[in-house]
């Protein structure tokens, strides 16, 4: 776990908040979990799954009604993200404020996340 006394690893908006909570209810799942994988131009892309119960190892961020499981091999690139929902008149959808990010493609759908080394020293404080 990369979590740091007193502070979640995540925050949610308002928005995507009221988002989750709609999912969850109307979907029938206990969670929203949140991951990674390799994929798209940039090298990584988000991953975002109902689940019905918690892994023993995920990073459970429980906010207004919307509770947010975070993979254990995405910890370390999600830690301080805000996760937002926006809707726009031609999309509508979640979108990562992500501070360990240190490129994206031009389509918005992939990212590139700075070298683990520097993500383990930023945690740190370092």
Known sequence: MFAIPGKQAVSITAAACTQISK??????????RIGIKKGGC??????MEYVDEAD???????????????A????MFLFGTEIDYETSLLESGFKFNNPNVED???CGE???????AELARDLNGS
């Open 23 to 32: 999912l969850m209810k109307t979907k029938g799942h206990s969670g929203l």
């Open 42 to 47: 940039a090298g990584m892309e988000y991953t």
């Open 56 to 70: 023993p190892n995920d990073e459970i961020v429980d906010q207004d009604g919307a509770r947010v499981l975070i």
């Open 72 to 75: 254990p091999m995405a910890q």
């Open 104 to 106: 994206a493609c031009g």
């Open 110 to 116: 992939s990212i590139k996340f700075k070298d683990p």
